[in-house]
């Protein structure tokens, strides 16, 4: 995958952009983080389309995926 400072740029604008539109969201995902959410740790996800369609999903955390967690919080 090729990035460049442009692309890179781009999503850092749009992620600032989603954190000023969902302000609880990131601060959820910090709590969630400063409380020992660790490799191993489930997250689920539900989403409610707006015809009411329920989809739901889990995830299980790697040391990776907190990792990058926290450095998209910080």
């Known amino acids: 995958m090729n990035m460049n400072i442009g692309m890179l740029m781009q999503l850092?604008?749009?992620?600032?952009?989603?954190?000023?539109r969902h302000p609880k969201f990131p601060l959820f995902l910090k709590a969630a983080c400063?409380?020992?959410v660790t490799e191993g740790a489930v997250i689920e996800i539900s989403v409610k389309t707006p015809d009411g369609q329920v989809l739901d999903?889990?995830?299980?955390?790697?040391?990776e995926d907190v990792?990058?967690?926290r450095k998209l919080l910080s």
Request: glycine fraction near 10%.
């Open 57 to 63: 999903s889990n995830l299980k955390l790697t040391a």
């Open 34 to 36: 400063d409380r020992g």
């Open 67 to 69: 990792d990058l967690i």
């Open 12 to 20: 850092k604008t749009e992620l600032e952009g989603f954190q000023s």
